[in-house]
């Protein structure tokens, strides 16, 4: 299974960005697909994740300003994010599961700045 994420950047507070991730396979397959972040000196948290049956969990600090959505045909998830704010700066990495295994990609800069 391979994750390739895109679409990160630089982006002033209060603008948007949108990251898409692509799967090699089918992303019916996994049981759920969603975005982490890391920061540096922090942990890594999860943002997004949206599983087999559609259903979508957010981070709180996220809520109303991000959006977890897919497209099959294309075998892509993509987190669009808006009101970004300094404190979203982080790695986006994509994140696959199937039962306990793990799958994740290399990881896609955002950094939000004035």
């Known amino acids: 299974v391979q994750l390739v994420e895109s679409g990160g950047g630089l982006v002033q507070p209060g603008g948007t960005l949108s990251l898409s991730c692509a799967a090699s396979?089918?992303?019916?397959?996994?049981?759920?697909m969603g975005w982490y972040r890391q920061a540096p000196g922090q942990q890594r948290e999860l943002v997004a994740a949206?599983?087999?049956?559609?259903?979508?969990t957010y981070a709180e600090s996220v809520k109303g300003r991000f959006t977890i959505s897919r497209d099959s045909a294309k075998n892509t998830v993509y987190l669009q994010m808006s009101s970004l704010e300094p404190e979203d700066t982080a790695v986006y990495h994509c994140?696959?599961?199937?039962?306990?295994?793990?799958?994740w990609g290399q990881g896609t800069q955002v950094t939000v700045s004035s």
């Open positions: 396979e089918n992303i019916f397959n996994f049981n759920a």
């Open positions: 994140n696959a599961r199937i039962l306990s295994q793990l799958y």
């Open positions: 949206i599983n087999v049956g559609g259903t979508t």
